[in-house]
């Protein structure tokens, strides 16, 4: 703008200083009417001769300034064309869009050659190098998103292509504001020129004038007043511009033909020229101020969900907000409540509710406005609202409002909610695009907020899991006893060796006897876990296979409760399989066979990950619950991430478990501790990462609180005990907090509750993968954690990904090698879902005589330990015959041990799964394995 009112300044000062010349001919005018006649006609032709190409330069710079702001608004046009297309969620791309975003980039390139052969200027012809190379990469990424966008409509653009679109599109503005700015300055700089053209006229003029001023005077007389009035028309009209907002440019109107004609009509089209531009500049200014407050709105929105706790709490929060945030005096908010058959929409909370009977509670899907904005799915929006409608009221009056919104709440396509909001004037489109976005978002909180309220219902059903197991915890404690015992007595032999030297001999036979027989306990203990793992997993294979083929209802002849009891029942079989997987994992760590994997921890997502596992605990004990970060501490530090939240874990869910009321707190601290070097000689000050789990809760006894952290050991041991479980919970936590560099403290009151404070060593190193030593003989092999059974999460499952897997699956023929009757039904059944034919062997050796019967046989599913002829022995002679030297053979055991993958694989075997057998697993590996061989 700066720039244009000097353009305005100057041409004012041009006519106003042209002014002089009509004094210099009224004194010069009558003695040289002769000359003046002669340098008149030579000087008009100098001046027609200027003011034509004058005319030419400005016609075309008007040309190039029109064709600079085309560029302007073209470039504009096919970024808010693409980002509309980009942001709408429908099905196909609007074809109308798509049309308009071609013609632009159409009409933009025709521009941009307009453009190169009237401005030769270098800096321009630069510009407009560098700005084609950036439509043209604008317009293949746009083409890029709009194909994604046709062949996928769901799928979401990441973050680094959208800021690549946002770079380039902003860039493309700047280099065309630069092109419009280049040719106004082409104007102005030709302005000047004409300037300094007229005034070496006007001074050749004056110096004539002055020899033939009296001669003249008469014939300039008549030429002042004509030209004084066109003179002073122009200058009116460029003051009045000059002092204008270039909203409404004055226009210069002279009916004469001549220089000043011509001028006055290059002048007005400027004039248009810049009204078009301010006017755009304004409405670009208005759209950004516009989407800036709708995005600050949101995020305020957004700000109240991380203090939600429950359904009620949202409600409140939510009404109380967003009515006045979108200049509304009234709001409701309606929860869906009941069951398929009985769905009816409650009143949670209010906004300015007067109350009384005619205001409703509830109502029917399908009942009123309400109803019926639930059962269509849609929004209403209400304007000319009768008077008796509704009144909204305060201490001075009352009043109806004249506009309603009654918005849907929608999850998956599932009402969860109606808002209803109403205004007494009425609301802007920018109003109702802000319900509209918080809309989108409220569905997935609230779904959220019903899970973890459901999820809370199921971890107090699996409590009663783990009295199931307490037999065969107890069987494993009378062995660790007896081994205890055993040491106990080989010390004892050996104190008595060194009294006696004469039963040295003896002494030594009885400790090698005894290493012998611990050794082989040790082993026994080894097979006993290893078998225990395979007839525990065995049937759970089969009951997680049928509960999982249950709740995918493929012939959804299941109710909704039907497939909450299924569900209860897979998850079920998943908490006893994790049951199983720490006994196990206690032998991991006493066996010195646990790996310990460091990388970079971030407190922040730890302390986040912490709080959402238990906030829904301590919402259903109605205990406050709160973790504490220390602020001076560095927000990062390596360690074995799961193993430490399998500490805090155990420790949390103890302290939640003995805490009726109070609260319970994570407090995460930089501290100095005491520490014994190396080999114990004295101690060393080492700074620490100390985790302290604090609870109000019962409290231990002192001279109890060493037992604890023994395998099986609780402070209340006896079989009438008020809280249950295995006691390996401690045991665990401690051998994993000394594997991790640490150890654990207690302090704890009866009556007072209890302390668990876990030291980390402050660790600033590469991640590694830390190998711990064995401690004693091996004693008992790991489990393979290949993978793990989340019940409370449900997998999702993409249409398309089905149909693919089932093209490739659909009338293949498999065998499956298995002695456990309930596999073979679990899997059968799965499979025959997938339209696949299904051979059957209970052993090696019948599978060897199933393959020579069908030898198109496309895959096998080989269980490992079998009677007669095991699964290893079986592949092996599989391999052997030429004809299926090449079969996919996926091997299936229950004895999930550390080495049983690379075993299986040594024998032949094409791939591995453990038992149970999760079947998404499964029918990948086999979907990898039969287009492989089908290549």
């Given at each position: 703008m700066i720039k244009i009112e000097k353009i305005f300044t100057s041409l004012s000062y041009l006519w106003g200083g042209s002014m002089k010349f009509r004094t210099k001919l009224y004194t010069s005018i009558g003695s040289l009417l002769l000359f003046i006649t002669i340098i008149v006609v030579i000087l008009m032709n100098m001046l027609e001769q200027?003011?034509?190409?004058?005319?030419?330069?400005?016609?075309?710079?008007?040309?190039r300034i029109e064709i600079a702001s085309t560029i302007k608004e073209e470039t504009s046009l096919i970024s808010g064309v693409l980002n509309t297309m980009l942001r709408d969620r429908g099905e196909t791309i609007n074809l109308d869009l798509l049309n308009?975003?071609?013609?632009s980039n159409s009409n933009l390139q025709v521009a941009i050659d307009a453009l190169e052969k009237r401005d030769t200027q270098e800096k321009s012809q630069e510009l407009i190098g560098k700005f084609r190379i950036l439509h043209e990469s604008y317009r293949n990424l746009g083409q890029q998103a709009l194909l994604e966008r046709k062949i996928n409509p769901n799928a979401e653009l990441t973050p680094a292509f959208l800021t690549d679109l946002e770079r380039f599109s902003q860039r493309m503005d700047q280099m065309a504001e630069l092109l419009h700015g280049l040719q106004e300055q082409g104007m102005k700089n030709e302005l000047l020129r004409s300037k300094d053209t007229y005034n070496w006229a006007v001074e050749n003029i004056y110096i004539y004038l002055v020899i033939g001023l009296i001669i003249g005077i008469s014939f300039t007389i008549w030429i002042i007043r004509s030209t004084s009035r066109n003179l002073h028309k122009v200058t009116d009209v460029m003051k009045q511009a000059a002092a204008s907002d270039f909203d409404t440019l004055p226009r210069i109107e002279i009916t004469t033909k001549g220089e000043l004609s011509e001028i006055a009509v290059a002048f007005n089209k400027m004039?248009?020229?810049?009204e078009k531009h301010s006017k755009?500049?304004?409405?670009?200014?208005e759209e950004a101020e516009e989407l800036s407050w709708l995005n600050g709105q949101i995020a305020k929105i957004a700000t109240l969900y991380p203090e939600v706790e429950n359904v009620q709490m949202l409600a409140q929060l939510l009404i109380t907000k967003l009515v006045p945030m979108v200049g509304a005096s009234y709001g409701v908010f309606y929860l869906k409540e009941g069951n398929k058959n009985d769905e009816y929409l409650t009143r949670m909370s209010s906004f300015a509710s007067m109350g009384g009977e005619q205001e409703r509670k509830q109502f029917r899907i399908g009942e009123g406005l309400i109803g019926q904005c639930a059962l269509l799915k849609r929004p209403i929006h209400l304007n000319q609202v009768p008077d008796d409608y509704l009144k909204i009221g305060s201490g001075l009056g009352e009043a109806s409002p004249k506009t309603i919104m009654i918005l849907p709440v929608l999850f998956e396509d599932q009402v969860l909610a109606v808002i209803e909001i109403a205004s007494f004037e009425t609301l802007t489109p920018i109003q109702i695009k802000l319900l509209e976005k918080v809309n989108d978002n409220l569905g997935i909180k609230i779904n959220t907020i019903i899970n973890?309220?459901?999820?809370?219902?199921?971890?107090?059903?699996?409590?009663?899991?783990t009295e199931e197991l307490q037999s065969q915890s107890e069987e494993l404690q009378m062995q660790q006893e007896e081994l205890r015992t055993t040491n106990e007595k080989l010390e004892e032999q050996y104190e008595a060796s060194k009294q006696k030297n004469f039963e040295i001999q003896e002494v030594s036979a009885a400790l090698e006897e005894k290493a012998q027989q611990l050794e082989l306990s040790s082993k026994y203990k080894s097979e006993f876990l290893a078998n225990m793992s395979h007839e525990l997993r065995t049937p759970l294979n089969s009951l997680l296979i049928l509960a999982q083929i249950l709740f995918e209802n493929g012939e959804g002849n299941l109710t909704s409760k039907q497939q909450e009891y299924i569900k209860t029942i897979y998850s079920s079989g998943n908490d006893l399989l994790n049951l199983i997987n720490d006994i196990l994992d206690l032998a991991k760590v006493e066996s010195g066979k646990l790996d310990v994997i460091s990388k970079e921890v971030e407190l922040n997502q730890l302390r986040d990950f912490i709080y959402r596992q238990f906030a829904p605990i301590a919402n259903q004990k109605k205990v406050h619950f709160s973790i504490e970060l220390d602020k001076a501490l560095p927000m990062t530090f390596f360690t074995d991430e799961q193993r430490l939240q399998q500490i805090l874990k155990n420790l949390l869910a103890n302290a939640f478990k003995f805490t009726v009321s109070g609260g319970v707190s994570l407090q995460i601290r930089g501290v100095m501790k005491n520490i014994s070097g190396n080999g114990g000689e004295g101690k060393r000050l080492e700074r620490m990462f100390a985790f302290s789990v604090k609870d109000t809760g019962i409290g231990i006894e002192e001279e109890k609180q060493g037992t604890i952290f023994e395998a099986f050991k609780q402070a209340d041991g006896t079989t009438s005990r008020k809280y249950g479980g295995t006691g390996l919970g401690l045991s665990i936590c401690r051998e994993l907090a000394q594997l991790l560099g640490g150890f654990i403290e207690v302090s704890s009151e009866i009556g007072?509750?209890?302390?668990?404070?876990?030291?980390?060593?402050?660790?600033?190193?590469?991640n590694e993968i830390v190998k711990m030593p064995?401690?004693?003989?091996?004693?008992?092999?790991s489990l393979e954690e290949n993978y793990l059974l989340n019940s409370d999460v449900q997998v999702l499952k993409e249409e398309p990904m089905i149909n693919h897997r089932k093209s490739i699956l659909k009338n293949k023929k498999i065998l499956i090698v298995d002695d456990d009757i309930r596999n073979v039904y679990a899997l059968t059944i799965a499979l025959e879902n997938h339209d696949m034919e299904i051979l059957v062997a209970e052993n090696g050796r019948e599978a060897l005589e199933v393959l020579k019967e069908h030898h198109n046989t496309d895959l096998i599913l080989m269980d490992i330990m079998m009677p007669e002829m095991d699964g290893f022995e079986a592949i092996q002679h599989i391999r052997k015959i030429r004809l299926f030297e090449t079969i996919p053979i996926i091997a299936l055991t229950a004895k999930a041990m550390k080495h049983s993958k690379e075993e299986c694989l040594e024998?032949?075997?094409t791939d591995y799964i453990s038992k149970p057998i999760n079947l998404d697993q499964l029918f990948s590996l086999m979907q990898v394995w039969l287009f492989t061989k089908e290549e």
């Open positions: 200027s003011t034509v190409k004058m005319n030419v330069v400005i016609s075309e710079l008007n040309e308009a975003w071609e013609n004039a248009q020229a810049l755009m500049e304004k409405h670009v200014k973890h309220m459901k999820v809370e219902q199921l971890l107090q059903e699996s409590q009663a899991l007072k509750g209890s302390t668990f404070t876990l030291y980390l060593p402050n660790r600033q190193m590469n064995t401690a004693r003989t091996e004693a008992v092999v024998a032949g075997a």
